[in-house]
């Protein structure tokens, strides 16, 4: 009976641990969405993240008597003006809006929207007041009043592309003449290089600025492992202390310290603002309600005499936190700029797994295939530890008799027993703890690989077997309940069992069915029920990371018995004591019978 209690209470448990993780998990990690094509039937009045009324910016104020622009615009309508510059690269397209001198049009070209091929390409930038506005505006402001958002400005080209750059120029009505030259590389860091000629026949205060607005309504979610809000490097340490809703609730943020560079991260997509030489005045993160936030850089007030030019440089990043681009930037002298991807303290483990992910990879064309070819990988590393381990094992059970004989002759003296059992295994050369080294030793391999999974762009969208798994970073997407894939349907959280999650259960229950070690009954229940619950624990994880646990299961249950072959002496110790205990407990049933 006591038996039958404690097996019903630890099933109970293990369902309160399921439920319990499955909050925890929607709390902690939120699935991330994926950016949607932005479209504009039904759009939400918004108004222009540059132009909110009565809001100190970033980047400086409005100039008094502004005319705010209100109501919602239409994406299509808006990028069909005639007054725009093409943007064309091998990993970006776009354009540039000659109102307003923004860079507001930016898609790229490597990465689908969804795992369809028809899908179009991700948009990171879309203009003001659309209902994904992000865009980035380098800009102007003289003698204390920032230049309009709606001038317009006139360009020397039709498109920028990495080999024909473009500038931008425009003229006050004071006669000061500005222009922004930009260029592009082949990735996704554009150049601007913003001058100021004063031809008029006094001095004037000119200050440039470059700054960054995005709703957050595209953003995806801030998660325990993966940064998603403002980010930046100030004082050569990196800044991501806030959220989003953070952000909202302090107002303004300007991190202490010299700023290398700042902008908005998102799981995979990344902009910031880098800014070149010159005395920057303000740096920093501000909301501007209504979901809108803004990060921007202004430089010092310049005093630039009639006659004289202001020059000031910034870059601006826009595209996919491949980890090789941003390394080369960083290498190119952007302190930090890699660590944009939230790599966490174990970095110096993660990315040499991806490295090792991608060669295997380029190998064979599949990264479903490179995940168990690493696990082969990491196994057959852990081989001779493993062996030595059971060879420690077969020595533990050899030593039994006369660990019991120490057990019994110090039995009231608990310190002295520890002692003699110690020094029993040092004279038998016996590590107790040598089993468990293979255990432990996966841990920050699993640990990594799950990071991976997550942060990788190049595992976003990869698949493993076109028909069944078409993204190894999501869950595996033949659950029990859509009748695995036959019904068009996604099963949500825990109840979302599939495939390899049954695999995982199965492969655990029978690697704990291998083992020769003599269990309780209690204990014998709760490790007949634990590959069960870890299938419902892991099922919402992403089927990359499932598929490495199912290999690595089934590489135990191979390396497990071979060894035991080589050490028949486990097994046969093993049934000696499943028949002790066996005995042992019908003599306490028949006594507990009598009484």
């Known amino acids: 009976m006591d038996n039958q209690r404690n097996l019903l209470l630890a099933v109970a448990l293990s369902g309160l641990l399921i439920l319990g993780w499955d909050f ?34 970033v980047a400086g104020d409005l100039p008094e008597g502004a005319e705010v622009p209100a109501g919602p615009v239409d994406l299509e309508a808006a990028l069909a003006d005639p007054r725009r510059v093409v943007i064309d690269t091998p990993k970006v397209a ?43 505006e380098f800009g102007f402001s003289t003698d204390g ?3 309009p958002s709606d001038a317009v400005w006139e360009a020397d080209g039709e498109r920028l592309t990495p080999s024909t750059p473009v500038t931008l120029t425009r003229t006050d009505d004071k006669g000061i003449t500005y222009s922004i ?109 209504d979901e809108l936030f803004r990060t921007g850089v202004t430089y010092d007030e310049q005093i630039v005499p009639a006659g004289s030019t202001l020059t000031q440089s910034t870059r601006l990043f826009a595209g996919a936190k491949d980890s090789i681009v941003l390394d080369q930037y960083e290498d190119s002298g952007i302190t930090y700029f890699g660590k944009a991807i939230s790599w966490g303290w174990f970095e110096w483990f993660e990315k040499p797994m991806l490295w090792l992910l991608r060669t295997l ?20 590393l852990m ?131 291998l083992n020769p070690s003599a269990m309780d009954p209690m204990q014998q229940q709760i490790f007949n029920i634990m590959p069960w619950i870890l299938m419902f624990v892991m099922a919402p994880f992403a089927a990359g990371l499932l598929l490495y646990w199912v290999t690595s299961n089934i590489l135990t249950l191979a390396q497990q018995s071979y060894l035991y072959s080589k050490h028949p002496q486990l097994k046969a110790q093993a049934e000696k004591d499943k028949a002790e205990m066996a005995k042992k407990k019908a003599a306490e049933d028949k006594a507990k019978g009598k009484a």
């Open 24 to 57: 925890g998990m929607r709390y902690f990690y939120p699935e991330a969405s994926i950016t949607a094509p932005i479209e504009q039937s039904e759009p939400a009045a918004q108004t222009s993240a540059g132009n909110v009324s009565g809001t100190t910016t």
């Open 94 to 136: 776009g354009s540039i809006n000659l109102v307003g001198a923004r860079i507001d049009d930016i898609v790229l070209k490597d990465y689908r929207q969804t795992v369809d091929e028809d899908s179009g390409p991700v948009r990171l930038f879309a203009p003001a007041r659309s209902d994904g506005q992000y865009f980035a």
């Open 145 to 147: 009043r920032q230049m």
């Open 181 to 289: 030259a930009l260029s592009i590389d082949e990735n996704y860091m554009i150049s601007a290089e913003q001058s100021a000629s004063n031809a008029t026949e006094s001095p004037a205060v000119i200050r440039p600025y470059a700054l960054i607005d995005r709703t957050s309504t595209t953003a995806t979610p801030d998660e325990f492992i993966i940064h998603s809000g403002p980010i930046g490097v100030f004082g050569g340490t990196l800044y991501d202390a806030n959220s989003y809703e953070e952000l909202s609730e302090i107002g303004r943020d300007l991190p202490e310290g010299a700023v290398s560079w700042l902008g908005f991260t998102d799981r995979y997509w990344h902009s910031a603002l880098i800014p070149g030489e010159g005395s920057v005045d303000t740096a920093g993160f501000r909301s501007l309600g």
């Open 361 to 380: 990879n380029g190998l064979v064309g599949n990264f479903g295939v490179a995940i168990i070819l690493l696990t082969v990988i990491v196994r057959a």
């Open 383 to 513: 081989f001779p530890i493993a062996q030595k381990g059971f060879a420690s094992m077969a020595a533990m059970k050899a030593v039994q008799p006369k660990m019991k004989a120490i057990q019994e002759r110090y039995k009231d003296d608990k310190q002295q027993q520890q002692q003699e059992i110690m020094k029993l295994y040092k004279q038998e050369g016996v590590n107790p703890l040598s089993g468990c080294l293979p255990m432990f030793l996966q841990i920050p391999v699993f640990f990594a690989l799950y990071k991976v999974l997550m942060l990788a762009i190049e595992m976003r969208h990869e698949p493993f077997i076109d028909f069944w798994i078409k993204d190894l970073s999501a869950p595996d997407p033949w659950t029990v309940l859509n009748l695995f894939g036959l019904l068009p349907y996604e099963v949500p959280g825990f109840l979302g069992i599939g495939v390899l999650a049954i695999l995982l259960g199965i492969t655990m229950f029978l690697t704990f069915k």
